[in-house]
């Protein structure tokens, strides 16, 4: 079954360093995978989708990520966080199921930004 | 163009109550998948809904129901209520089922029981 791994239950950064988010998926074929942000008491917005094609993706923020199919990682980065930024971060991946598709998350990375 | 829209924002039930939560998908969506969130076991899949068919359903006992109605707007049903039913309650609407496309998400219905 498809899955989704972030490591990384909780990350620290200092505001104006950089950042990187892993996560990992388990998938046969080429996946589609996205970066959520969730800020505490909403629902989640959209960083970024890779569907194919260019292995680096930017999104909204100033966020990118990076699909690398030899180490089935899609990592996200950032290259100077914001205080704004602190939130909780989740990968998915769509996945394939008797009748249709789905998003399966994985279990979130909480950032903290240090001022 | 307008978002995804849940209401309520907020819901307190009994144990062994019923409850329904709206969504309404972003103009043109005809594509309404349920999420539920919970800090035990994250983000879950309910359901998903197209064209008033409900084409795909995840691990969740039959309490939990939803429909979709002609305008795409759809409604989960939560039967019997349960204390580990309170979590938030997410809505995602696409513009299609076929080729995948981005999910918007809601900003979801959070649902006590006491």
């Known amino acids: 079954a498809q899955s989704v791994t972030q490591p990384d239950i909780h990350i620290t950064v200092s505001e104006g360093a950089s950042l990187e988010l892993r996560c990992n998926y388990s998938y046969g074929a080429t996946p589609y995978l996205f970066w959520y942000v969730q800020s505490p008491g909403q629902g989640l917005q959209l960083l970024l989708k890779y569907f194919s094609g260019d292995t680096l993706v930017q999104g909204i923020k100033g966020f990118e990520a990076e699909f690398k199919r030899s180490q089935s990682s899609f990592n996200l980065r950032k290259p100077s966080v914001h205080w704004s930024d602190a939130a909780e971060y989740f990968c998915a991946v769509v996945t394939l199921t008797g009748g249709g598709n789905k998003l399966t998350f994985g279990t979130g990375t909480q950032l903290k930004v240090e001022l | 163009k307008a978002g995804v829209t849940q209401t309520p924002r907020y819901l307190i039930k009994t144990r062994g109550q019923q409850v329904t939560l709206s969504c309404s998908p972003i103009s043109g969506h005809r594509s309404v998948s349920w999420y539920q969130q919970t800090p035990g076991q994250g983000l879950q899949f309910l359901f998903e809904y197209f064209s008033e068919t409900q084409r795909n359903k995840g691990n969740f006992p039959g309490r939990f129901s939803g429909r979709q109605f002609s305008n795409s707007r759809s409604e989960m049903n939560v039967s019997t209520l349960e204390l580990g039913d309170s979590a938030l309650y997410l809505c995602?609407?696409?513009?299609?089922?076929?080729?995948?496309?981005?999910?918007?998400f809601g900003q979801g219905t959070r649902l006590t029981v006491v």
């Open positions: 995602a609407s696409r513009s299609s089922t076929g080729r995948w496309t981005e999910a918007f």
